[in-house]
């Protein structure tokens, strides 16, 4: 993907008139300031895929376990996030975030290039990437930079959410998340240098804090 998508990067002009004309393809975020990524992407090369998911801000290491302190309309309660091998999502091999909160347990798949940057290829009953229409969208860059914007996954009325870098210090990034479905909510997400996923609250919309255990 990497190879393919440094080389797409370069006739970007041709590739937004391509993109143009697909009616299933989604218009991919401006590349400056993501590196020249073509995000969503809609056809991953699994040879520019690593077996694991170690961006020091998106950290996922099979068989570990987080708790997090979830407080919303429902009350507070736990959110356990565990890490497991996924399945092959587009032809790359995935590792699998499970969160389990109130009975309820969520499946994600990521993937992280060659070069760092670590890929949303699905949800599990929800939507895929490579089926029907879905592409892989960007979870956290190598290097995040402030005004960074890019779309997280691309699934059409089912997944459209837009990221945006917010802020980046010495060991915290700082990124709000904003969905074309969810006019009017936007959830603020901060990553610690490490650990992954530390907080993240409801800026607009229904009320909900979820924070990591210390």
Same mark, same amino acid.
């Given at each position: 993907?990497?190879?393919?998508?440094?080389?797409?990067?370069?006739?970007?002009?041709?590739?937004?008139?391509?993109?143009?004309?697909?009616?299933?393809?989604?218009?991919?975020?401006?590349?400056?300031?993501?590196?020249?990524?073509?995000?969503?992407?809609?056809?991953?090369?699994?040879?520019?895929?690593?077996?694991?998911?170690?961006?020091?801000?998106?950290?996922? =290491? #099979?068989?570990?376990?987080?708790? &997090?302190?979830? %407080?919303? @309309?429902? +009350?507070?309660?736990?959110?356990?996030? $565990?890490v497991e091998k996924g399945p092959a999502v587009a032809g790359v091999p995935t590792t699998a975030r499970v969160q389990t909160e109130s009975g309820k347990r969520t499946v994600d798949w990521y993937a992280?290039?060659?070069?760092?940057?670590?890929?949303?290829?699905?949800?599990?009953?929800?939507?895929?990437?490579?089926?029907?229409?879905?592409?892989?969208?960007?979870?956290?860059?190598? =290097? #995040?930079?402030?005004?960074?914007? &890019?779309?997280? %996954?691309? @699934?059409? +009325?089912?997944?459209?959410?837009?990221? $945006?870098?917010?802020?980046?210090?010495?060991?915290?990034?700082?990124?709000?998340?904003?969905?074309?479905?969810?006019?009017?909510?936007?959830?603020?997400?901060?990553?610690?240098?490490?650990?992954?996923?530390?907080?993240?609250?409801?800026?607009?919309?229904?009320?909900?804090?979820?924070?990591?255990?210390?």
């Open positions: 993907m990497l190879g393919s998508m440094t080389a797409r990067a370069v006739v970007l002009l041709t590739l937004l008139a391509f993109l143009a004309g697909c009616g299933t393809a989604s218009v991919p975020s401006p590349p400056a300031g993501v590196d020249e990524l073509v995000i969503p992407t809609p056809r991953p090369d699994p040879a520019d895929f690593v077996g694991t998911v170690d961006n020091p801000w998106f950290t996922l =290491t #099979p068989g570990s376990r987080e708790v &997090y302190d979830v %407080a919303d @309309a429902a +009350g507070d309660h736990p959110m356990v996030v $565990t992280q290039d060659d070069r760092g940057n670590v890929w949303w290829f699905g949800r599990k009953g929800e939507w895929a990437a490579g089926t029907d229409g879905a592409e892989a969208g960007l979870a956290m860059a190598a =290097t #995040p930079r402030v005004g960074d914007g &890019y779309r997280t %996954a691309y @699934a059409e +009325g089912v997944v459209e959410d837009h990221a $945006t870098v917010e802020s980046v210090a010495d060991d915290l990034v700082t990124v709000v998340v904003r969905s074309a479905l969810r006019p009017g909510t936007s959830a603020e997400q901060t990553y610690l240098r490490g650990t992954g996923l530390e907080s993240e609250r409801v800026v607009a919309g229904a009320y909900r804090v979820v924070r990591l255990r210390q």
